[in-house]
């Protein structure tokens, strides 16, 4: 008998899904797809077929045999993985002190024709990133569930037809029952976070959802119609605070308490399944998904935006960056950093 490898339940040989918890069983439909889970089991290094070797995560320098020539940096399967879909791009390294990567990312490209990439007109990129929270037990396996279920969720309904904020509501509810279906009691529950978004090659507006600290950010490259800022807002207990005007924001930064999460996926919270919000750029630019492991080190979107511009115009150069910025700062967290570009309006697939 063939079973699910999140949940185990029963599948069919030719289920595109496991009916349980929606865990994708294999490619669908014409769509590109790319995924890094953070499960031991299942992550291995994964950049793109056909692009430059993975650099150093710390410094940038060459790898011989996972060790870095220059710093001395090690990374073993699983440590670090990169993806890249032609206008979108993800990064995620295990950082400098956790034992594991407890962060999971996916990529896939929807409504693109047979072999299409993510820059083709008429498609749009789907893109998840997810947190392991480190106090639940197996982080890493309710992460790599949330953003397998989640991107192929979010996919499948763009593939449908559906609109991009009730495609992500779609994400948000398969993920949060893929984690779920991982717990072993009520007391045994993984968790995790969760930001995906959904954005037309095309340009114009894009959507984003999540639940939990896990953050979207719009580098708006300049543009005072869009300027960059965040387009999030954590459910953890600082803002919390900050939101019931009970603490101002430098007070409730310095809390011991300031991260603790207010929402989260996973078999011990059961008050909806995040949140979704709609953005329309009003121009070219750039959105940025990422982990705390980053945004810890660059909160400010204009800072966030002065970094990602440095690394140049390919998306996988912008997401390295990040990562290395994390690193180069302590690397205190796992660190997950996908760059997507976002054309003006009309203007996908024009020749500079």
Same mark, same amino acid.
């Given at each position: 008998?063939?079973?699910?490898?999140?949940?185990?339940?029963?599948?069919?040989?030719?289920?595109?899904?496991?009916?349980?918890?929606?865990?994708?069983?294999?490619?669908?439909?014409?769509?590109?797809?790319?995924?890094?889970? =953070?499960?031991?089991?299942?992550? =291995?290094?994964?950049?793109?077929?056909?692009?430059?070797?993975?650099?150093?995560?710390?410094?940038?320098?060459?790898?011989?045999?996972?060790?870095?020539?220059?710093?001395?940096?090690?990374?073993?399967?699983?440590?670090?993985?990169?993806?890249?879909?032609?206008?979108?791009?993800?990064?995620?390294?295990?950082?400098?002190?956790?034992?594991?990567?407890?962060?999971?990312?996916?990529?896939?490209?929807?409504?693109?024709?047979?072999?299409?990439?993510?820059?083709?007109?008429?498609?749009?990129?789907?893109?998840?990133?997810?947190?392991?929270?480190?106090?639940?037990?197996?982080?890493?396996?309710?992460?790599? =569930?949330?953003?397998?279920?989640?991107?192929?969720?979010?996919?499948?309904?763009?593939?449908?037809?559906?609109?991009?904020?009730?495609?992500?509501?779609?994400?948000?509810?398969?993920?949060?029952?893929?984690?779920?279906?991982?717990?072993?009691?009520?007391?045994?529950?993984?968790?995790?976070?969760?930001?995906? =978004?959904?954005?037309?090659?095309?340009?114009?507006?894009?959507?984003?959802?999540?639940?939990?600290?896990?953050?979207?950010?719009?580098?708006?490259?300049?543009?005072?119609?869009?300027?960059?800022?965040?387009?999030?807002?954590?459910?953890?207990?600082?803002?919390?605070?900050?939101?019931?005007?009970?603490?101002?924001?430098?007070?409730?930064?310095?809390?011991?308490?300031?991260?603790?999460?207010?929402?989260?996926?996973?078999?011990?919270?059961?008050?909806?399944?995040?949140?979704?919000?709609?953005?329309?750029?009003?121009?070219?630019?750039?959105?940025?998904?990422?982990?705390?492991?980053?945004?810890?080190?660059?909160?400010?979107?204009?800072?966030?935006?002065?970094?990602?511009?440095?690394?140049?115009?390919?998306?996988?150069?912008?997401?390295?960056?990040?990562?290395?910025?994390?690193?180069?700062?302590?690397?205190?967290?796992?660190?997950?950093?996908?760059?997507?570009?976002?054309?003006?309006?009309?203007?996908?697939?024009?020749?500079?």
């Amino acid at each position: 008998m063939l079973t699910c490898p999140v949940c185990g339940e029963a599948v069919a040989a030719e289920d595109f899904f496991c009916e349980h918890c929606g865990h994708a069983l294999r490619a669908t439909g014409n769509g590109a797809a790319a995924a890094a889970p =953070a499960h031991p089991a299942a992550h =291995a290094a994964s950049a793109a077929a056909g692009a430059d070797p993975a650099p150093c995560a710390r410094c940038g320098a060459r790898l011989e045999g996972g060790t870095c020539t220059a710093c001395g940096l090690r990374r073993r399967p699983g440590d670090h993985s990169e993806l890249s879909l032609a206008a979108a791009a993800g990064v995620s390294d295990r950082g400098l002190h956790h034992e594991r990567n407890e962060d999971a990312m996916a990529l896939r490209v929807a409504g693109a024709a047979a072999g299409g990439r993510a820059g083709d007109a008429g498609s749009t990129v789907a893109a998840v990133v997810c947190d392991g929270v480190s106090s639940s037990p197996e982080p890493d396996s309710a992460a790599a =569930a949330a953003a397998a279920a989640g991107s192929a969720a979010l996919a499948e309904s763009l593939e449908e037809g559906v609109a991009a904020p009730e495609a992500l509501s779609a994400a948000l509810l398969r993920a949060s029952r893929a984690v779920a279906a991982l717990a072993d009691s009520a007391g045994r529950a993984p968790a995790c976070t969760f930001v995906g =978004a959904a954005v037309p090659a095309a340009g114009g507006p894009l959507a984003v959802g999540w639940v939990g600290d896990s953050r979207a950010y719009w580098l708006g490259g300049g543009s005072p119609a869009a300027p960059s800022s965040l387009l999030t807002r954590d459910d953890s207990w600082s803002e919390a605070m900050v939101a019931m005007s009970m603490l101002s924001p430098q007070e409730a930064a310095r809390s011991p308490q300031a991260h603790a999460l207010t929402a989260w996926l996973g078999a011990d919270y059961g008050h909806g399944a995040g949140r979704v919000a709609s953005f329309d750029p009003g121009g070219a630019g750039r959105l940025v998904l990422c982990s705390d492991g980053l945004w810890n080190y660059v909160p400010d979107p204009q800072q966030l935006a002065e970094l990602v511009e440095s690394a140049g115009p390919d998306p996988l150069a912008a997401a390295r960056a990040c990562v290395r910025h994390a690193l180069r700062r302590g690397g205190r967290d796992n660190v997950t950093a996908v760059v997507i570009d976002v054309p003006a309006a009309g203007t996908a697939g024009e020749v500079p």
